[in-house]
């Protein structure tokens, strides 16, 4: 059994070290995060204010118990299940925002002096 589990974590730590992050060459990607994000907030509302209606709701309803504990526990359930989707979409629309198509100048050597040139450039902003 130990040497199962040093197995899969040796296992593990080799894909994990040879493993290469997918980049993607969209040209729209910014648009594409941007609208993911939206759609994953208005997600993370509509789940929210559903499981907070069950739970205004349950008690003033007129059927049996059994109906009343499903709605309570779907109104618990739905309001936690938000928070991963409010995180996701933060973390989205924070993507989105740090990448950028610009026109960037730059200074180009030409016979004996530099010339500024405006070339099209894909930016990616970090904060330190």
Do not use: H
């Amino acid at each position: 059994m130990t040497k199962l589990i040093v197995f899969i974590l040796l296992l593990s730590l080799s894909i994990a070290s040879f493993s290469q992050l997918k980049t993607s060459t969209d040209p729209e990607l910014q648009a594409s995060l941007l609208k993911k994000s939206k759609r994953q907030g208005t997600a993370a509302t509509i789940t929210l204010l559903g499981g907070i209606t069950c739970e205004v709701v349950w008690p003033f309803l007129r059927t049996t118990n059994g109906v009343r504990a499903t709605i309570f526990l779907a109104g618990l359930v739905a309001i936690p299940a938000c928070i991963p989707l409010y995180i996701a979409s933060s973390r989205n629309k924070k993507k989105a925002m740090r990448l950028s198509l610009n026109t960037e100048t730059i200074p180009q050597p030409r016979y004996n002096s530099f010339v500024t040139r405006a070339v099209p450039s894909l930016t990616l902003k970090i904060n330190l």
